[in-house]
């Protein structure tokens, strides 16, 4: 964000206090004005040519970057990829448990990353199959972001939360 003299434009798209719409003048007027009612002159984007600025009251300002700063995390590219290593050799109890936790994750928001352990071309084969059985189980509570891959001693899924 930038305020006052450490805007370099020549010339700014003003909006007042209120959001009302004072058009283009020079930013040394801009400035006199943001003086003139004891306010700061704060530019909101630079890839606009003339740049639209804004006179917001210093606590203001400051609060509306804190509200940007809400909305920045709570949006999805911050969710927590959590993962969850499972064998093909794991007994019958240790996959459902693996899979309850998988669940837990899903329902608090978080993605998961589903890694199976797997040795050569024939459990790579399993591997997978399992993988999509626990994508289907896991339907309810999440969507596949990406297919199931198969590389060397893995098969890897990433589930993302059901918005």
Known sequence: ??????????????????????????TRDALALAKQYKVDLICT???????????I???????EKQQEKKKAAKSPDKRKVKEIRLNLQMEDH????KQSQAERILTKGDSVKLVIQVHGAKEGTAGKEW????????AEYGSKTT??????????????PIE
């Open 1 to 26: 964000m930038i305020k006052n003299e450490k805007i370099k434009a020549t010339e700014v798209q003003l909006t007042g206090l209120n959001g009302e719409d004072l058009g283009i003048m020079s």
């Open 45 to 55: 984007s630079l890839m606009i040519s003339p740049p639209p600025c804004k006179l």
């Open 57 to 63: 009251g210093a606590g203001a300002a400051r609060q």
């Open 94 to 97: 240790d996959r459902e448990t």
């Open 131 to 138: 993988a999509e059985q626990l994508c289907k189980s896991l």
């Open 147 to 160: 297919g199931v891959q198969v590389s060397g001693k893995q098969v890897v899924v990433q589930l993302d």
